[in-house]
């Protein structure tokens, strides 16, 4: 083998055809691959388990003997982290589901179109290399230290620590404002579990959810018959949290009629019951939380003025999560510990790629958005990384709009990528095209790898996305002589393996 070959990626093509095999070695080689073959699911297994172990198996489905889908379950048993991608004529969805429920990294349906070969190659590939990388990763926090479930160590959030230190000595009104998904209810339950109430209730309560007609009921209570369905009496939140924390998220949704009984406890400090007579006495401190901007509220009468500053006497602002980008690492970590704790999945790293698309992405849905994320990629991850290819479509899109396309990453675009975020002599450079051609040139010199073939490669996938995936198309767009639309072959330029059997 030479040295080039040797320091090439390795595929492995397993199918009982030998046409098959060839054309997938013909077009895979075309990229600088290094492809074997082996005619059987079993002589597979054993290859890639005598080692060593390829980058990438090509795996048929339907074989003499063993089955892709067995074949599958025994290399991935030998090796977790191998990526197979299946191959079939026969698109059923039990061959999809079998295969992704296996751990198959992708599968293709037969004839093949050589471009979505070697796409699907390169992605797969690039998912190997991001593998070797997370192999060093090194949580950056230790979610035991986190107990609040506040996570973040950038300068906004160190102000709001200090802020709620300085609140909880005292029974100060506080009032949280932000976006929703920041975490308001987190500082809330912070506030009370460090304040002389800890021992007490902390209720919390989403004044956005209840309808108005019900509010009054859920937070004072009412008396049996005060109303149609009222068949007996009932304690409010407010009675139930005496000398407890009461958080009133939404607070901004909550109807002017309930905002004045709410102003009656805070001046007087007691209620009365829908429906009753009593003055019940209650000792409550109230929390508030609001994505709503309270100051123009009060201006257009929505929200009475005077309760808005009995409830403002100290503000904490949660800043969204699109202005503390460098917590995301530490955010992502403690959801990936808080998963592991409730064996909700086997994922415990992220890739450095992947880590860079979250860290990018701007999160409209803030820290809540990000925790769904993470428990989504984790879930569909097939090894003990999330990677690229397990982030939602939506995320990859939004980050690519802004100049990356990190569902199809090559060698280039990462390094167009990077040259725009580093500092130093290239940050300039990269803007005009000599800049960028000197930056990639450099790069890949450097990593020993062909700048022909990888700027080719993104020439051709660009084509392919312009041309909506017509190759015949793609090909006259760059000039070049059209690939053969279909791999596996009529006839083939070699004889058929005296023992390879026809398929159905």
């Not at 599968?107 to 590939?125: C, I, T």
């Not at 009921?217 to 007996?232: C, N, P």
């Not at 990593?447 to 006259?476: P, Y």
């Amino acid at each position: 083998m030479s040295d080039h070959a040797a320091k090439s990626p390795t595929i492995l093509v397993i199918d009982d055809d030998a046409e098959i095999r060839y054309s997938l070695t013909r077009v895979l080689g075309s990229r600088r691959y290094h492809v074997t073959e082996a005619a059987s699911g079993e002589l597979g297994i054993a290859m890639v388990k005598k080692g060593p172990a390829p980058d990438l198996v090509f795996l048929d489905v339907r074989m003499s003997g063993m089955s892709g889908i067995e074949a599958l379950q025994h290399i991935r048993s030998a090796n977790p982290k191998q990526l197979v991608v299946l191959m079939t004529a026969f698109g059923t969805a039990q061959t999809a589901i079998e295969a992704m429920k296996y751990g198959a990294f992708d599968y293709v349906m037969k004839p093949f179109d050589p471009a979505k070969v070697l796409s699907l190659a390169e992605n797969a590939l690039k998912a190997h290399a991001d593998l070797r990388a997370v192999g060093d990763y090194k949580p950056t926090i230790n979610a035991d230290d986190y107990r609040e479930g506040i996570v973040g160590s950038s300068p906004v959030m160190q102000d709001v620590f200090k802020v709620i230190g300085q609140v909880t000595a005292s029974d100060v009104n506080v009032m949280i404002t932000g976006e929703s998904g920041t975490g308001k209810e987190l500082v809330a339950r912070s506030i009370w579990k460090h304040s002389h109430r800890a021992g007490k209730p902390f209720i919390a309560v989403n004044c956005a959810a209840i309808p108005d007609n019900l509010i009054e009921s859920e937070l004072f209570g009412h008396e049996k018959g005060s109303f149609t369905g009222a068949t007996g009496q009932r304690l409010g939140k407010f009675e139930l949290c005496d000398g407890g924390t009461i958080f009133l998220d939404e607070i901004g949704d909550m109807a002017l009629a309930t905002q004045t009984k709410i102003l009656r406890v805070l001046q007087q400090g007691d209620i009365q019951r829908v429906g009753g007579t009593e003055t019940i006495r209650v000792d409550v401190r109230i929390l508030a939380a609001t994505n709503k901007d309270l100051e123009e509220m009060v201006k257009a009468k929505t929200f009475r003025e005077d309760l808005y500053y009995r409830l403002n006497v100290v503000r904490i602002r949660m800043p969204a999560l699109r202005e503390r980008g460098d917590d995301v690492p530490q955010i992502v970590d403690f959801c990936l510990q808080n998963l592991g704790k409730q064996r909700k999945a086997r994922v415990s790293k992220v890739s450095p790629e992947a880590m860079a698309i979250l860290v990018r992405y701007r999160w409209p849905g803030n820290v809540r958005e990000l925790e769904n994320v993470i428990y989504r990629s984790a879930v569909i991850a097939q090894g003990d990384a999330i990677l690229v290819k397990n982030l939602p479509s939506e995320i990859l899109e939004a980050v690519g709009e802004r100049g990356v396309s990190p569902t199809e990453a090559s060698p280039v675009s990462d390094v167009i990528a990077r040259a725009s975020t580093e500092s130093g002599p290239h940050q300039d450079n990269v803007r005009t095209l000599e800049g960028a051609y000197d930056f990639i040139f450099a790069e890949l010199s450097r990593g020993g790898e062909s700048m022909l073939v990888q700027v080719e490669t993104a020439l051709r996938r660009r084509a392919l996305q312009a041309c909506a995936g017509d190759v015949a198309q793609a090909t006259r767009l760059l000039g070049m002589a059209p690939a053969p639309t279909v791999v596996a072959e009529t006839t083939a330029p070699r004889k058929r393996a005296t023992t390879a059997k026809k398929k159905p």
